[in-house]
Nanobody, 126 residues
Framework: QVQLVESGGGLVQAGGSLRLSCEAS????????MGWFRQAPGKEREFVSA????????RYADSVKGRFTISRDNAKNTVYLQMNSLKPEDTAVYYC???????????????????WGQGTQVTVSS
């Protein structure tokens, strides 16, 4: 079992920045591929970003490339999502997720994630 706790969401004006954090427990963090997803009202949950166990490979959704940066600190069992130049369309509940099965080539696949956090709300005002 892996437990995930997100933090760092909030209300920000368009153009602003937020940093989300997700602390994991219950399993050696270095063995887990980590990702971020989001779900806006009335929409399906969608992939945002992911990175491999050692943090040497990352992937981003086209909609956030160049604005968001994912990173991890294996010593702190924590993954981060730095979000810059935020837009109103980034408004959503953001979920941290852990995968024991995804690889560098499949880490964008929602169905491959085994554990999920409770989500943190990000609201971007125009």
């Amino acid at each position: 079992q892996v437990q995930l706790v997100e933090s760092g969401g909030g209300l920000v004006q368009a153009g602003g920045s937020l940093r989300l954090s997700c602390e994991a427990s219950g399993r050696a963090f270095r063995t887990i591929l980590m990702g971020w997803f989001r779900q806006a009202p009335g929409k399906e949950r969608e992939f945002v970003s992911a990175l491999t166990k050692e943090g040497d490979n990352t992937r981003y959704a086209d909609s956030v490339k160049g604005r968001f940066t994912i990173s991890r600190d294996n010593a702190k069992n924590t993954v981060y999502l730095q979000m810059n130049s935020l837009k109103p369309e980034d408004t959503a509940v953001y979920y941290c997720a852990a995968s024991l099965r995804a690889t560098t080539f499949t880490m964008g696949g929602l169905s491959l994630y085994d554990y999920w956090g409770q989500g943190t709300q990000v609201t971007v005002s125009s």
